[in-house]
């Protein structure tokens, strides 16, 4: 399990200070002008390491904020999947004393979340919106879930970016075989660094935090034209059959 530093609630905080001084510069301009001579001949070593600490976290949460842009009506579709989910296990765990067999969210159970997501996004596919809002990867793991060397690299990137907190992945693929399919890409990502759950260290201590959504059995239905050049399979590495397609989004809903 990873630990990861988390600013918290120190965060808002912070950056109001930041802005109201005139940046990380303003800071440390304004702080030699108020100090002491003697203060200030003690300034160095862990001082200045503090200050370059400050500019750094600064610097990483500007980087991160339009990561932030989730929006309400995704939000808000992403928390009732969940929780629809999460009710619908625990109704068949008491029926059956067993987990479910494959631990996803099936179509069933997100209907009636995603028509109303739909009408609130003012879509007629989610899977479109989706692909719009969120930092996403769409991969087509092969026979036996080889992956392409290509579609790799790209998952590296991803899974070695600066993760928040409020940080989760969404695996989302249609088809009889989609468990080992979008079980190859929690491979691949698990391989670069990825964990299924780290630890944070929010003001009040440390926060264990699952990284992924519970996955989604469903068939986003998305034509081969709507998608990216970049998104689209790539023969004769990839076949041209976007059921076979895995999609991979980053959130930071919670």
């Known amino acids: 399990m990873n630990t990861r530093n988390s600013f918290g609630r120190r ?3 912070l950056l ?3 802005i109201a001084l005139g940046g990380v510069a303003g800071c440390a301009e304004g ?3 108020q100090s002491s001579v003697s203060h200030s001949a003690r300034v160095g070593g862990k001082d200045q390491d503090s200050l370059a ?3 750094e976290r600064v610097n990483n949460i500007e980087a991160s904020l339009p990561l932030l842009a989730c929006g309400p009506g995704l939000r808000a579709l992403l928390r009732e999947v969940r929780e629809k989910c999460k009710s619908q296990e625990a109704e068949a765990q008491s029926q059956t004393k067993a987990a479910s067999s494959d631990g996803m969210c099936n179509e069933r159970e997100m209907k009636v979340a995603i028509a109303v997501a739909e009408r609130d996004l003012d879509t007629k596919r989610i899977g479109l919106k989706l ?3 969120l930092r996403h990867e769409v991969v087509y793991p092969g026979p036996g879930g080889r992956i392409s060397m290509q579609r790799e690299l790209r998952l590296k990137v991803l899974a070695e970016e600066r993760r928040l907190p409020s940080t989760r992945f969404l695996l989302v693929a249609g088809g009889a075989d ?3 399919r979008m079980e190859a890409v929690s ?4 391989k670069h660094g990825m964990p299924y759950q780290e630890t944070v260290l929010e003001s009040d201590g440390p926060k264990s935090i699952d990284r992924f ?3 989604w059995h469903y068939s986003l239905g998305i034509p081969l034209s709507k998608l990216k050049p970049v998104d689209q399979p790539v023969p004769p590495a990839e076949a041209p059959d976007l059921e076979r397609a895995v999609f991979l989004f980053r959130t930071e809903c919670q």
């Not at 491979?187 to 698990?190: I, K, P, Q, S």
Request: proline letters at 4%; charged letters at 30%.
């Open 31 to 33: 702080f030699a002008e």
């Open 187 to 190: 491979e691949v990502l698990r």
């Open 213 to 215: 959504e519970r996955p």
């Open 16 to 18: 109001l200070a930041v």
């Open 178 to 180: 989609a468990t080992r």
């Open 53 to 55: 600490s400050l500019i």
């Open 131 to 133: 692909l719009e809002l």
């Open 11 to 13: 965060t808002t905080s």
